[in-house]
């Protein structure tokens, strides 16, 4: 994770990119692709390197960064079968916590299977459900760190799991995952609505040249 100086940037950045997200995702996609590259990379490689050496991690992050951003904003394909997987992975979990249990590893390989097939065939309904609640999550973290939260803050210090995994928020902030639901409901609206266009792939097929 980043050294303390560097948190409130970064929470600003990952502010502006779950804007872009959330309410921009389909027609910028590619960007968001590059974006969330970026934000995997640097979260991998800075949390490899001691945080006690300020320096190195910053680098590390800022590789591990350009090298995800590159590689998601290259692979248009592999992003939206990445996008239909992680929302099959979050569909399972989904279910298995209404009872208070977790799926099996099985069972999310399964769904993340299915959802990265449906997805090469609805990607449009697909890019729009995954960077709507990926951008909504985002936002949240980010303006949590940025209005000062000590959880949040501590949370991206130390690298827990919250800041990554929607269906466990901080202690004492259940609220968080209600209002994910909300906010990437309303970008999807909005996507669906305005920003997202009203062409899937499947329509482009039977257009007329």
Known sequence: MLPASYQLPAAAVLLTGGVVSCFFGYRLFRIVLALFGFFIGALATSSIVAASNSTAMLIAAGVGGLVGAGLLFAAYFIGVTLVGAGLGALVANLAFSVTGTHPHILIVVLCSIVGAAAATYLQRWFIIAGTSFGG?????????????????????????????YPLDPAPGQAWVLWAWVALGLVGTAVQLGWTGGDKGRSSRRGRKK
């Not at 760190?145 to 949370?155: E, N």
């Open 136 to 164: 909504a999550w985002t936002m949240l973290v980010g303006v949590l760190a940025v209005l000062g939260d000590r959880k949040a803050m501590a949370a991206a210090a130390t690298g827990d799991v919250w800041v990554v």
